[in-house]
């Protein structure tokens, strides 16, 4: 079992910066795939960015490419997301989670995914 903090979230200004982590307990992220994702009030949860074992490989949706980086620390059990130049559309709550998969691959569908946290809000005003 993989239990998933997520944290970084809050308010920001059009153009400004965040960045979210997300810590693991209960078992080492360093055989798991993780993601990032999105859901805005009204919508469908969606993909945002994800990330291999060993960090090698980074997927993006296109809405946040050049814009959001994210990474990992294995060593300490935890996944980030960096976001810069944001915009109001990046309004939603972010959620974090974990892929037993291949050791190669970044997944960006939901349903790839074993544990999720329960996600930080983010507010992005104009």
């Known amino acids: 079992q993989v239990h998933l903090v997520e944290s970084g979230g809050g308010l920001v200004q059009a153009g400004g910066s965040l960045r979210l982590s997300c810590a693991a307990s209960?078992?080492?992220?360093?055989?798991?795939?993780m993601g990032w994702f999105r859901q805005a009030p009204g919508k469908e949860r969606e993909f945002v960015a994800a990330?291999?074992?060993?960090?090698?490989?980074?997927i993006y949706a296109d809405s946040v490419k050049g814009r959001f980086t994210i990474s990992r620390d294995n060593a300490k059990s935890t996944v980030a997301l960096q976001m810069d130049s944001l915009k109001p559309e990046d309004t939603a709550d972010y959620y974090c989670?974990?892929?037993?998969?291949?050791?190669?691959?970044?997944?960006?569908?939901?349903?790839?995914?074993?544990?999720w946290g329960q996600g930080t809000q983010v507010t992005v005003s104009s």
């Open positions: 209960g078992r080492t992220l360093s055989r798991y795939a």
């Open positions: 989670a974990a892929a037993a998969g291949d050791y190669y691959r970044a997944y960006d569908h939901m349903g790839q995914y074993d544990y």
């Open positions: 990330i291999n074992w060993s960090g090698y490989t980074k």
